[in-house]
């Protein structure tokens, strides 16, 4: 079988228009023919005589203007053109609004339907006009003097506009007065008023509004129920606001979720906490959703104002179950169990793994083992709270952290479960500790538990870390001698560490001897190879592996293209990337967002921000949300163009969509606002990042040193060597150097010497330079 071709010819991506060219002549393509102009004596007239200096006042221009609409009005009763003309004319300063009512009355009889229909434009353009709102509420009171009535719409627009440009208070009076004479209102008008009245504390006056609805004749919509409940909760009034809660339902409308919150909030506040919760319930049946955080933290903090914290952490637990995980759970339910605690009430082992899981999932570890430790000698811990923590803390480098909670848990006479092993296993091959991991592997058959497939996997990731290939390749020996069964995940997993050993070359032999041994590869694992034979720059030995994919009936997937795509791109063709772009689309595989970013990172790093831009365009088009990667590319893209204020607004933007920032964003903002020479900017970002618990590396040190040490504040650049020691980030040698540089010309030559020796105690190997840069001892 012929595998299918993997490049196909195609036209380029980047039109040779820009596309604000291409949508200006979309636009006028698409543009609908212009309606035929108006009588030519119409047109002069209103050329002219609203184009006079503003001396000439008087009843010259309203004359001209009565003239020109009965001109109108007779050759084309039904025409917009009329309404062209009362708008410049009522946006013209020149004509007083007394006097354009009268005006248009001129032309056309009061009690007509014609004259309803112009003074309502007239009374709309005025009201929407950014202007004095005086001029509206002139205006309609001439046209009530002449006995003309505008109808609903513009009545509400003049509603908005005294809302907006006086008060709620001139509002809610002519909105009386509306009603005084009889005029005609609908729910709208209600709405705005109501609003207005709400927005200006006149909650009261809100609700008298609803009330007298039903006698007027008027049925409220949604938004009027939304409003007057808001009022209501407002004035604290819990039974009128669970009345027309009901009513609302009764009339067929369905309530939205902040409607019920501020139901349950209010009776929350005065303390009827167990309708609270039965609402709580009622909404959850009648709407079919699950407690969202709002709600579930109002009802906990009703539970524990009135001294019901299990029933808070119950809420907690269904919250948490249901899958409400938003911010602000947490902290909620931490501060619970502290009051709990205080108040000499111990959650359950259950209500409490809770807590510590969803701090775990904010990491917020810090409190998670500060709670840990208030009733770490109760007994409430059991082998999975303490598993749960260790399985972070190791995940996340904090090794030390995860030895302290492995010690605790044995003093504590708590057996690990394999599980538990696994997890402190993992934080060891994580911190590239493999001599403490081995120790802890062979401790294992003796607690009885015999490494299975998931150890020997975990050791071999820890090897494979260190770029010590044989040995975890050693381990698989070892599995087929104690009849460990191997399977697919462990086989990929070599596979894909003799890629990342940079010993790509041996991919074909060793692939092989798995083959003979039963293994059948799969769609991941030629992924790994041909990702492998991409990193190393061997475009070549990747297509024939496609091949070999191809001709064993294996189908590509997005992630063999992705990786094709970014070598593509990482060897500069970008048009064998972009036509591999359209071959996907062809054979409808939608690129995800790593094939896109591929494009945007060659892009920066060529400081072609243009096309970078376009092709986050084309990812937004797609539907695709950009990750940390994409923002990371552009934040690269502009520091190396010191376009710091550009690259700052990509970090804005990322933490607007609520996108975590990593270590290597922080730390490339960090290096671009130090070589740009603001520091302090620089510090900030280092206190956000710590503050977010996101940990620094060696790059982020040295950025910072080399900017401490460029702005003379050398104290403060050896204070970050404590830092990076409470953080557990082993200094480099460029940092070292740049330290000792800096006390050479500072003419502190025993600093120097004894950071030289601090830097050998370290295990940090000094280099050349440094030695350059040191002064011979007499001893040279």
């Known amino acids: 079988m012929r595998p ?43 050329s002219t005589q609203f184009a006079r200096p503003s001396a000439a006042r008087g009843h010259g221009v309203a004359d001209d203007l009565a003239s020109s609409l009965r001109a109108l009005l007779a050759s084309s009763p039904d025409g917009p053109h009329a309404f062209h003309l009362l708008r ?37 353009c005025l009201s929407r006009a950014a202007r004095n709102r005086a001029a509206a509420a002139a205006a309609y009171s001439r046209m009530v003097k002449r006995g003309v009535v505008p109808d609903a719409k513009s009545r509400t627009d003049l509603l908005v506009a ?26 709208k008008m209600d709405d705005v008023v109501m609003r207005a009245c709400v927005g200006g504390g006149m909650h009261g006056d809100a609700v008298r509004l609803f009330d007298e609805m039903a006698g007027a004749g008027v049925k409220p919509d949604e938004r009027v129920y939304a409003i007057t409940i808001t009022g209501l909760c407002k004035l604290r009034d819990a039974d009128r606001a669970v009345q027309v809660l009901g009513k609302m339902m009764e ?15 209010v009776l929350v506040k005065v303390g009827r906490m167990d309708e609270a919760l039965r609402l709580k319930d009622q909404m959850l049946l009648a709407t079919g959703k699950k407690m969202d955080v709002i709600l579930a933290t109002t009802l906990m ?18 919250a948490v179950r249901d899958g409400c995980d938003a911010e602000g759970m947490t902290d909620e339910a931490y501060k619970l169990c502290h009051q709990m605690i205080e108040q000499g009430l111990l959650p359950s082992t259950y209500e409490f ?99 299975n ?50 010993r790509v070359c041996e991919v074909d032999e060793i692939l092989k001897r798995f083959l003979s041994e039963g293994f059948v590869p799969t769609t991941m694992t030629y992924n790994s190879i041909i990702n492998g034979f991409v990193k190393a720059g061997m475009m070549g030995s990747a297509l024939a592996m496609y091949r070999q994919m191809c001709e064993k009936g294996i189908t590509p997937n997005i992630v063999t293209y992705t990786s094709f795509i970014d070598g593509y791109c990482r060897t500069n063709c970008c048009d064998l990337a972009v036509k591999l772009l359209i071959y996907m689309r062809r054979n409808g595989i939608q690129p995800d967002i790593a094939a896109y970013n591929a494009f945007i990172n060659m892009f920066c790093k060529q400081g072609d921000m243009s096309h970078a831009l376009h092709f986050l365009v084309l990812l937004l088009k797609d539907g695709l949300t950009p990750d940390v990667t994409v923002y990371n590319s552009f934040v690269t893209g502009y520091k190396n163009l010191k376009m710091m204020t550009e690259a700052s607004k990509f970090y804005y933007s990322m933490i607007k969509q609520r996108i975590v920032a990593d270590t290597e964003i922080y730390t490339t903002l960090i290096d671009g606002f130090s070589k740009v020479g603001n520091v302090a900017f620089a510090l900030e970002l280092y206190s956000e990042m710590l503050a977010n618990h996101n940990i620094p590396d060696d790059k982020t040190f040295t950025a910072l040193t080399h ?44 600093e120097a010497f004894q950071l030289h020796d601090k830097m050998l105690s370290s295990g940090v190997v000094p280099d050349d330079t440094t030695y350059n840069i040191l002064p011979p001892t007499s001893n040279s």
């Open 353 to 451: 793994n809770l807590v510590i899981k969803g701090l775990l999932r904010d990491k917020q570890w810090k409190d998670a083992i500060a709670l840990f430790d208030l009733v770490v000698d109760t007994g409430v811990p059991d082998v999975f709270t303490y598993g749960c923590l260790i399985h972070w803390l190791s995940k996340h480098c904090k090794l030390h952290e995860a030895v302290n909670l492995w010690d605790k848990m044995k003093e504590a006479g708590v057996k690990p479960s394999i599980a538990t092993y696994h997890s402190l296993l993992l934080g060891y091959c994580e911190k590239g500790c493999m001599d403490e991991a081995l120790k802890l592997y062979s401790e294992m058959p003796g607690k009885g538990y015999p490494p």
């Open 453 to 502: 497939e998931v150890t020997y996997t975990t050791l071999m990731k820890g090897y494979i870390k260190k770029k010590a290939f044989d040995k975890a390749y050693a381990l698989l020996n070892e599995m087929h001698q104690n009849g460990v069964s191997c399977g697919e995940y462990t086989y990929n997993i070599l596979i894909n560490g003799l890629c990342m050993a940079d």
């Open 301 to 318: 903090h009703g539970c524990c104002l009135h001294g019901e914290i299990g029933k808070a952490l119950d809420l907690f637990d269904e």
């Open 707 to 750: 900017s401490l040490c460029r702005s003379g504040d050398i104290d403060g650049a050896k204070r970050l060597l404590d830092d990076m020691r409470r953080l557990d980030v082993c200094p480099n040698t460029v940092t070292y150097n740049m330290l000792i540089n800096a006390h050479i010309r500072d003419g502190k030559l025993q």
């Open 4 to 46: 299918p071709r993997l490049l196909a010819a195609a036209s380029s991506l980047f039109p040779r228009r820009s596309l604000n060219t291409a949508a200006a002549a979309a636009t006028s393509t698409a543009a609908p023919s212009s309606p035929a102009p108006p009588p030519q004596s119409a047109a002069q007239l209103l």
């Open 251 to 265: 009339a067929g409308l369905k309530p939205r979720d902040f409607m019920y919150n501020s139901v349950v909030g």
């Open 88 to 124: 410049a004319a009522a946006l013209d300063t020149r004509l007083p609004p007394n006097e354009l009512v009268d005006a248009v009355l001129s032309a056309a009889d009061a009690g007509s339907p014609a004259a309803v229909t112009l003074l309502s434009h007239v009374l709309t």
């Open 162 to 187: 005294t809302a907006r440009g006086a008060s709620a208070a001139d509002a809610l009076t002519l909105f009386d007065e509306m009603r005084c004479r009889g005029y005609y209102a609908d729910a």
